[in-house]
């Protein structure tokens, strides 16, 4: 790491530290259970979001360089390997990447910031992708 990148704001402290992270969280899982568009997304969840709204919004304050929530409850996130229960193609990965557009659209992120954020969060999603189409 440069001394530059040690000086450059995270991501997480851009965003607005926790507070925009749950805000993020909650709207995103909420136009999940909303939107027709994301239904195939929503059946793979569990009939009530709590529990993944809270798994989410712990993991992101972390791979967004803020405090790692998720770590210090669940140790290594071994994300792909957790996803291996669900079957995801493109279908999925483009529901959750469009859902997660939408969020950041509705909640009027800075669009450089949303713009950076939506390529991290793809490159994320399609690492997942564990069955063809
Ligand atoms: C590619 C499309 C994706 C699909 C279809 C998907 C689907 C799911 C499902 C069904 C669960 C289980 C929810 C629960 O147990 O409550 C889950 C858990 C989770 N997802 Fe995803 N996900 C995707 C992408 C992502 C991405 C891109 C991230 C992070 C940036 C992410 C982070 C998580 C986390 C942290 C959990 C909780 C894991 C655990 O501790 O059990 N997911 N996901």
Same mark, same amino acid.
């Given at each position: ?39 195939? =997304? *929503? @059946?793979? %969840?569990? /009939?009530?979001?709590? $529990? ?5 919004? +712990?993991?992101? !304050? ?16 071994? =994300? *792909? @390997?957790? %996803?291996? /229960?669900?079957?995801? $193609? ?5 529901? +959750?990447?469009? !859902? ?16 950076? =954020?939506? @390529? ?14």
């Amino acid at each position: 790491m440069s001394a530059e990148d040690a000086q450059a704001p995270s991501a997480f402290a851009l965003i607005g530290g926790e507070r925009a992270v749950r805000e993020l969280v909650d709207r995103f899982y909420d136009l999940m259970d909303l939107e027709p568009d994301y239904a195939g =997304l *929503r @059946a793979l %969840h569990p /009939p009530t979001l709590d $529990g993944s709204r809270d798994k989410l919004y +712990w993991y992101l !304050c972390g791979w967004l360089g803020g405090p790692q929530h998720y770590i210090e409850r669940f140790g290594h996130p071994r =994300l *792909r @390997a957790r %996803h291996l /229960p669900f079957a995801i $193609g493109i279908a999925e990965r483009d529901q +959750w990447i469009m !859902c997660m557009h939408q969020a950041m659209r509705e909640l009027s992120m800075d669009e450089s910031l949303a713009d950076r =954020l939506a @390529a991290a969060f793809f490159n994320t999603a399609d690492w997942m992708r564990n069955k063809g189409g």
